[in-house]
């Protein structure tokens, strides 16, 4: 046993190989990916539909819906990201490897974002398009949501590793992390729709990026130690 | 200082010593109230632009600063159970929380009468303190049901803890977020840098219901504490003893 | 070395054991035995870190396991009845992920899984695999793996006769090789190995 030093994976490698995994289970699983894209795409089509056909009335209330609609398919895919983990025993071993668990858990808040995130950042636009949105508000919108999401994947993950393995984990997840992801929906839907109305959106993009750095430097430490509780 | 700290933490001695110390806290904090109530209803003076309206502080303010007192309570003594692993700092957090929750419903309800005449609304959801003060019920209601949802006492109390501090993080930025959201409430009116902006003879009512409200939730939540620990420690044999001794009393 | 002392643990109000000791060298088993339900799995979860003891401390090398669980863990393997590997992925890709967690030895891949009779089921999803094929792929990362401490949780559960035959011939190597076992079994061993039993 002496070469050990020499195949101990270093951080990067535990960090990447977490990720590499989820994607690749995502990939084998395309329906966990869809189902909170369609479930966004039909939420913003409820809108309009309860509140009326109007445009001026869509394309005023149009920011706030989309990320309403954003934050409710972020939480729905939420529930499930430690949950395999830890049916199968997986967490076991992530828990009892000499990699640190805050990297490990920020590795799969990582790949939730790949495989939660980014697809919605990437479908907003179209939903955007149905609610009269100009081009600059579109890419503030997508701007925005690109930290939101981050930053509720973040948020997310410590509610997740909080509630994994409880009865009625999903109401109680909702219950943990709507009221902690207010801060993110103010800014962004506000900052969407100061640039609707061709205001200044830079204070909104900063608070984003400012609230996602944070989140980043604690909430893998939070998720860690909550992983550690909840897998008692 | 060490040694009287970990002595205070043994739940039997806290037992004992918080039964002394009880009426401490509530005598004093009755006599407060009692003065407040009548010198705040009575003898104060109408407000020049909101008349008789504006006497509804004298219980709205006091439950708002307690509401965010017995959230810091919570998670402080949530953060000392998790790092120093003592275990009537977790029995105190739980028993703060649901007190806690009930100042913010008293926040929001005085705070919701008060509107009325002021706004012409129930509710307004321009005013960033009555908002803020509603999702410091969720967050309340987040922390219980979480605490609800686990059978495991000790479990409980870790997870419950990692959730309160991360709320403790999240609360100044809530706060500024909803301030920046939307601004239509009144400016801090009681400290003010030249000095405060009320009459004496309404502030001096104010500063004693909010002296007497702490006292009466300081004994309110050692009461809590009290029965909290007897649960917990319900197989030790203390409590055995003290279960016997109130029997041959009473 | 793995010891520990003065352990008690404790499962909502029951108090599983108290008082509890051992001392483990290289080259010796600790075998917990006792019948279902007496607190086994909970022991061993404890020694590896996973619960907290209410009093007592592990110690590994003369350190207590929470100073540093990290160090701790990159001396250990672990297997218990949930085998953590993904249904979805292949048993390649699911040893394959084990390199990027902890030291292992890719060159030991093929033999290990030729030995324990899994190389005609590489390409095929763990799901499809039966309880006792499962079992035996956590044997492959217990040998890829180069770390002197194995905790085996129950490992006789779900495999055959010649399965069980395997489990002891590789405890038996670990062993000679002057690695440490920690073992929990509500069967006997049945190993020529130093074996320091306690009973729950």
């Known amino acids: ?232 | 200082m060490w040694k009287f700290l970990h002595k205070l933490a043994s739940p039997p001695h806290f037992y004992d010593l918080s039964a002394k110390i009880i009426p401490w806290f509530v005598v004093p904090g009755t006599i407060l109230i009692i003065y407040g109530t009548i010198a705040g209803l009575f003898y104060a003076p109408p407000d020049y632009q909101q008349g008789d309206a504006f006497r509804i502080i004298y219980v709205h303010v006091p439950a708002a600063y307690l509401s965010m007192l017995a959230y810091t309570l919570m998670a402080v003594s949530a953060g000392i159970g998790l790092i120093w692993r003592i275990k009537l700092s977790h029995a105190v957090a739980a028993a703060a929380a649901p007190l806690g929750a009930w100042f913010t419903f008293l926040a929001l309800i005085t705070g919701s009468i008060w509107g009325r005449p002021m706004w012409g609304t129930w509710w307004e959801w321009g005013d960033p303190r009555l908002t803020s003060e509603l999702i410091m019920l969720f967050l309340y209601f987040g922390y219980m049901a979480l605490r609800a949802a686990i059978d495991d006492t000790t479990k409980a109390d870790k997870a419950s803890a990692v959730l309160a501090l991360v709320g403790a993080v999240n609360i100044p930025i809530i706060h500024f977020s909803v301030e920046w959201w939307s601004s239509l409430h009144q400016g801090a009116t009681i400290v003010r840098a030249d000095g405060p902006a009320m009459p004496t003879e309404m502030l001096f009512p104010l500063l004693a219901m909010i002296l007497g409200f702490s006292l009466v939730f300081g004994a309110l939540l050692l009461g809590r504490v009290r029965s909290e620990v007897l649960f917990r420690e319900r197989r030790s044999r203390w409590v055995k003893n003290v279960v016997l001794a109130s029997g041959e009393q009473g | 070395m793995l010891s520990g002392k003065d352990l008690c643990l404790l499962r909502g109000d029951r108090c599983l054991f108290q008082n509890l000791n051992f001392a483990l060298n290289s080259g010796e088993l600790l075998l917990v035995e006792g019948k279902n339900g007496c607190g086994k799995t909970s022991l061993l979860r404890a020694i590896a870190g996973l619960l907290e003891f209410e009093t007592g401390q592990v110690d590994w090398n003369g350190q207590s396991i929470m100073a540093d669980h990290q160090v701790f863990c990159s001396d250990l393997v672990w297997l218990s009845h949930r085998v953590g590997f993904k249904g979805d992925l292949t048993l390649v890709e699911n040893l394959s992920f084990e390199t990027g967690l902890r030291a292992t030895s890719a060159d030991l891949l093929e033999p290990s899984l030729d030995r324990l009779g899994l190389t005609p089921l590489t390409g095929l999803p763990f799901r499809a695999l039966s309880a006792g094929q499962q079992r035996r792929v956590a044997l492959a990362r217990m040998l890829m793996a180069k770390a002197p401490l194995w905790m085996m949780d129950e490992p006789f559960t779900n495999l055959d006769s010649g399965g069980q035959a395997l489990v002891r011939e590789l405890i038996a190597e670990h062993l000679a090789g002057n690695g440490l076992c920690v073992v929990a079994s509500h069967q006997d061993i049945q190993l020529d190995a130093p074996v320091i039993r306690v009973p729950l």
């Open chain 1, 1 to 232: 046993m002496t070469s050990r030093e020499d195949t101990m994976p270093g951080l990067w490698q535990g960090f990447m190989a977490v990720i590499r995994r989820d994607l690749l289970l995502a990939w084998k699983r395309p329906g966990d990916i869809l189902n909170p894209l369609f479930f966004f795409a039909m939420v913003c089509t409820l809108f309009p539909l309860a509140v009326g056909p109007s445009s001026e009335q869509l394309s005023i209330s149009g920011p706030g819906i989309v990320w309403v609609a954003a934050l409710l398919a972020t939480l729905l895919s939420l529930n499930s990201l430690f949950l395999s983990d830890f049916e199968d025993g997986s967490l076991d071993q992530l828990i009892l490897s000499p990699q640190p668990l805050p990297l490990l858990a920020l590795g799969k808040t990582v790949a939730h974002w790949l495989s939660a995130g980014l697809p919605l950042v990437l479908v907003s636009p179209l939903v955007a398009v149905t609610f009269q949105m100009p081009g600059r508000t579109v890419g503030v919108m997508m701007l925005t949501l690109t930290f939101g999401t981050i930053s509720l994947s973040l948020l997310g993950a410590i509610g997740a590793a909080l509630t994994v393995g409880l009865h009625r984990g999903t109401a109680l997840l909702s219950l943990l992390i709507l009221p902690l992801a207010m801060p993110v929906l103010i800014f962004g839907a506000r900052t969407v729709a100061l640039a609707a109305a061709n205001d200044a959106v830079s204070a909104g993009i900063y608070f984003l990026s400012a609230y996602c750095i944070l989140a980043l430097t604690l909430a893998p430490f939070a998720t860690a130690a909550a992983l550690k509780i909840s897998n008692e």
